[in-house]
C-alpha cells in the first residue's frame, strides 16, 4: 500500500456513512482515500430495508421502557432481545441507556435527532440533484400498521410528536383506508399512520456503489486495507493497516459496528453496541407491495428491493461475536406470511447485519478528544442511511473549519464520558 501524504483526507470505512462522507469531501477539492477491510457496501449498508426514514425521530431509550427490559431476555425471539450469554457483556451500555432515558436527556435527543433528520432530508435531495440519482429512488411513501384501536391510540403521542416536528401524515381507521393504499393486508390490521413523503433507495448495496463511483470520478481512491489503530502525530495521524503503516493529515472514522475499537486505540471510550438486524430477501416479489410496511409492534418491515421484497427488522443487541439466529428471520417471514394475503416466499436469501448503536439513539459526530486531525462519524443504529447525506455534509464543514449547519453539542464523542 503506498503511502499517503500528510495532505490526504483518509476515509475509513466505505458503508453509506464512509462513501458519502468521502463524495461529499472529495467534490469539494479535497486528496481522499476510502478504506475498508471487506470494500463497498460490503457490511451493513448492503442489506438494510432501503428506508430513509425521517420520521423516526424518537430514540429506543424512552421513559419507561426499562420496566420492559426483564422481557426481552425471556423472548430471545421477540422484536428486542438480549441474548442470555451477552447480557452481563451489554450491561455498561445499559447503564447508559437507562440514564438516557430521563425525560430531560430523551427530549433533548428527540431534538437532536429532528434537526439532523431535517438537515438529512435536504442533504439528500441535493445530493439526488448533484448525482443524477433520482432513478435509485422511490417516493412511495409508508404505511406503519396497527391491530386495534388500542394499539392505535397509544401510537397516537408518537404521531403528535411528528407533527410538532413538521412530518406530514394521514391517520387511517378502516381496513378500507388501507387497503386504498396498499391492497392485501390483513385485516387485523385496523388502523395506519401513512407518510406520504417517505422515500424508499431501490438498493442500498446499488446506491452505496454508486455514490462510490461517483466519488472515484470526483478523485478518491477506493481501497482494501484491514485498519488495526491509529495514532495521533505531529502534523497529522499514523494508521497501522495490515499492510504497513500510512500517515493522514486527517482521517475520518466511519466503519460502523467496528468504530469503537478504532476510537480506543487513540484513548477514546465510546460505549457502541450492535443492533443486530435479520432479514430475508426474495428475489422475486411475491406480493404486490405499492408502499412501504412497517408493522411496529411486531418490530419489522416489509420493502421492495430490487424486482424482489425484503422482509427484516427486529433488534437483538449481541455484539459483533455471538452466532447469529436466523430462527429470527424465519419469524419475520411467518408473520409477513400471515399479515399480507396471497404472500408466497420463496427462495429467500437469509442475513445478519451489525447496526452501530449508542445508548441515546444519537450518533458521534465531531472530532476525537484526543486528536483534533481524526473526526468521528458513526453510531447511526438503524438510521445510517437516512442521515448519511446529511453527515457527510456535517463532516465536510468540520474538515473546511466551518460552522455546521446544526449545532453538534449533543452529537459530541465526549457526551458519554461527561456523564
Do not use: C
Amino acid at each position: 500500500m503506498n503511502q499517503s501524504g500528510t495532505e490526504e483526507i483518509v476515509v475509513i470505512g466505505a458503508g453509506i456513512i464512509g462513501v458519502a462522507s468521502a463524495l461529499a469531501l472529495s467534490r469539494a477539492g479535497h486528496r481522499v482515500r476510502l478504506l475498508d477491510r471487506k470494500g463497498v457496501a460490503a457490511e451493513t449498508s448492503r442489506g438494510n430495508a432501503g428506508a430513509f426514514a425521517y420520521t423516526d425521530i424518537e430514540p429506543l431509550a424512552a421513559p419507561g421502557i426499562m420496566r420492559k427490559a426483564p422481557r426481552w431476555l425471556l423472548d430471545p425471539l421477540g422484536p428486542l432481545s438480549v441474548p442470555p450469554s451477552y447480557a452481563l457483556k451489554i450491561a455498561p451500555w445499559m447503564l447508559h441507556f437507562w440514564r438516557a432515558t430521563r425525560p430531560d436527556r430523551h427530549a433533548a435527543a428527540i431534538r437532536a435527532q429532528a434537526e439532523l433528520m431535517t438537515l438529512s432530508r435536504a442533504a439528500l435531495e441535493r445530493l439526488i440533484a448533484d448525482v443524477s440519482g433520482e432513478a435509485l429512488m422511490r417516493r412511495e411513501g409508508q404505511l406503519q400498521l396497527y391491530e386495534g384501536r388500542a394499539e392505535f391510540e397509544a401510537s397516537l403521542p408518537a404521531w403528535e410528536l411528528r407533527r410538532a416536528h413538521g412530518v406530514a401524515f394521514d391517520l387511517l381507521e378502516s381496513p378500507a383506508a388501507i387497503a386504498e393504499i396498499q391492497p392485501g393486508v390483513a385485516p387485523r390490521f385496523t388502523h395506519a399512520g401513512f407518510t406520504p413523503a417517505w422515500m424508499n433507495t431501490v438498493d442500498p448495496e446499488v446506491w452505496t456503489t454508486y455514490l462510490a463511483q461517483q466519488a472515484v470520478a470526483a478523485g478518491a481512491r477506493i481501497e482494501t486495507a484491514e485498519i488495526r489503530g491509529l495514532r495521533a502525530i505531529e502534523g497529522g495521524v499514523e494508521i497501522d493497516t495490515g499492510q504497513g503503516t500510512l500517515r493522514a493529515g486527517q482521517v475520518v472514522v466511519a466503519a460502523g459496528a467496528w468504530s469503537h475499537h478504532l476510537a480506543r486505540t487513540l484513548g477514546d471510550r465510546i460505549p457502541l453496541e450492535t443492533e443486530r438486524g435479520y432479514n430475508t430477501t426474495f428475489p422475486t416479489a411475491a406480493f404486490d407491495l405499492r408502499t412501504h410496511l412497517t408493522f411496529t409492534n411486531h418490530g419489522f418491515v416489509v420493502s421492495r428491493i430490487g424486482e424482489g421484497l425484503r422482509v427484516g427488522g427486529a433488534v437483538e443487541l449481541g455484539g459483533l461475536k455471538t452466532p447469529p439466529n436466523y430462527r429470527r428471520s424465519e419469524i419475520l417471514v411467518q408473520k409477513a406470511k400471515s399479515f399480507l394475503q396471497d404472500f408466497e416466499p420463496e427462495g429467500g436469501t437469509q442475513w445478519m447485519g451489525f447496526r452501530p448503536s449508542l445508548p441515546d439513539s444519537l450518533p458521534v459526530i465531531g472530532r476525537s478528544p484526543r486528536s483534533e486531525r481524526v473526526i468521528y462519524a458513526f453510531g447511526h443504529g438503524h438510521l445510517g442511511l437516512t442521515q448519511s447525506a446529511g453527515t457527510a455534509e456535517l463532516v465536510r464543514a468540520l474538515l473546511a473549519g466551518e460552522t455546521p449547519e446544526i449545532s453538534l453539542t449533543a452529537f459530541r464523542p465526549t457526551r458519554f464520558a461527561e456523564r
